[in-house]
Antibody
C-alpha cells in the first residue's frame, strides 16, 4: 500500500533553516506529483508547494515563495522541502501528500502522518 | 481568510444528516473540480471525495457531494460518532495558479 513518511521537523529559531524529507513507498514514485501541505496549531490546511515527477513543474504558495524550495530524488523515493528564513508563522505540522492528476482534475489521495516544525526563539 | 468559505461547525444527532457548504468563485469552484478531506483530531487528513462527487474505495456511501456553479456541498447521512472530525473542501484556483483549501468545518455528533 502507499506509504508516505515525513521526517526532519524540529525546533528552530526565527531566521533559521530546516530541511524536511518524505520517504515514499508502495507506488512508482517518479510517476506522481507530490505536495507539501501544512497545518498551523489549531488552524486549517494550507497548501505549500507541489512538484511533478520530472521536476519540470514546480509551484509555491505566495506565503513561502522565495524562502522554501521543493525537490525530489526519485532514485531514493524521497521528497524534500528546504525551508529558509523561517518565521514564527511557519510553525505547523507539515504533511507530504501524493497529488493525483488524472488529466482533468487533481486531488491528494494519500498523506503522510506529518512532521512538526516549531519556529521560536 | 480562506479563498473557499465553509461554516466553522455543524452538528446533528446520531443517525441524522449534516450538510457542509463550500463557497468559492468563478476562478476556483466555478471552473475546477472539488475534493473533500476528513481529518479526525490528531490524525492526518484523508481523501473523502474527489472529482466533485466520486468516492475512493472504502468510503461509505453515507458520504456524498455535489457541485453547482461556484459552490460545493458535502452531505453525511446516518451520522455516526466516528464521523466527528474536521472536513475540508479543496480545489484549484485558476487565477492564482495555486491549490486552495476551505477553512474547515468541525462536525459534532450530539
Amino acid at each position: 500500500q502507499v506509504q508516505l513518511v515525513e521526517s526532519g521537523g524540529d525546533l528552530v529559531k526565527p531566521g533559521g533553516s530546516l530541511r524536511l524529507s518524505c520517504a515514499g513507498s508502495g507506488f512508482t514514485f517518479s510517476d506522481y506529483y507530490l505536495s507539501w501541505i501544512r497545518q498551523a496549531p489549531g488552524k486549517g490546511l494550507e497548501w505549500i508547494s507541489y512538484i511533478d515527477g520530472t521536476e519540470k513543474f514546480i509551484n509555491y504558495a505566495a506565503s513561502v515563495k522565495g524562502r522554501f524550495t521543493i525537490s525530489r530524488d526519485n532514485a531514493k523515493n524521497s521528497l524534500f522541502l528546504q525551508m529558509n528564513s523561517l518565521r514564527a508563522e511557519d510553525t505547523a505540522v507539515y504533511y507530504c501528500a501524493r497529488r493525483l492528476w488524472n488529466g482533468y482534475s487533481n486531488y491528494f489521495d494519500d498523506w503522510g502522518q506529518g512532521t512538526l516544525v516549531t519556529v521560536s526563539s | 481568510q480562506s479563498v473557499l468559505t465553509q461554516p466553522p461547525s455543524v452538528s446533528a444527532a446520531p443517525g441524522q444528516k449534516v450538510t457542509i457548504s463550500c463557497s468559492g468563485s468563478s476562478s476556483t469552484i466555478g471552473s475546477n473540480y472539488v475534493s473533500w478531506y476528513q481529518q479526525v483530531p490528531g490524525t492526518a487528513p484523508k481523501l473523502l471525495i474527489y472529482d466533485n462527487n466520486r468516492r475512493p474505495s472504502g468510503i461509505p456511501d453515507r458520504f456524498s457531494a455535489s457541485k453547482s456553479a461556484t459552490s460545493a456541498t458535502l452531505v453525511i447521512t446516518g451520522l455516526q460518532t466516528g464521523d466527528e472530525a474536521d472536513y475540508y473542501c479543496e480545489t484549484w484556483d485558476t487565477s492564482l495558479s495555486v491549490e486552495v483549501f476551505g477553512g474547515g468545518t468541525m462536525v459534532t455528533v450530539l
